[in-house]
Each structure stands twice: as structure tokens, then as C-alpha cells.
């Protein structure tokens, strides 16, 4: 099943697999390779971490965070 996904103010962005995010639209937005956070982009960028259900930039800021 898949976690809900939610931005730095609670709202609900998609939904995570455990290696994508989905958008409300249903498209990847990010992928998440172990504690790595890629774009989706060819060619994909690492842009953070992914650890504790969260997934932080390179700067800290929150992009996601799951929850069941």
C-alpha cells in the first residue's frame, strides 16, 4: 500500500511507493534510491536525503513526508 505524502504545512501532495512520489495527478515527481532523493528528469539531479519517512534537500528543507 502506498504512504500518503505530505508537504512542509501538512497539505496532501501525492502519494510514495517507497522508491516514487506521485503527484495528486498521478505522475512521478521524485524518485528515492535508498537515503537519496533524485528529480525525475532525464538526466535526474540528486537534489536530498530520505530518512525517518522524511525526504529533506541538500539545505534541509522538508519536500516530503510519509505517513501510512
Sequence with gaps: M???A???SGSR???FDG???YNMSGNM???VDGDEVYTTEIPCKYIGVYENNE???LDGSLL???EE
Design 55 to 57: 525526504a529533506r534537500t
Design 6 to 8: 505530505y508537504d512542509a
Design 19 to 21: 522508491e516514487f512520489l
Design 2 to 4: 502506498h504512504k500518503q
Design 29 to 31: 515527481a521524485l524518485r
Design 13 to 15: 501532495i501525492g502519494t
Design 64 to 66: 516530503f513526508r510519509a
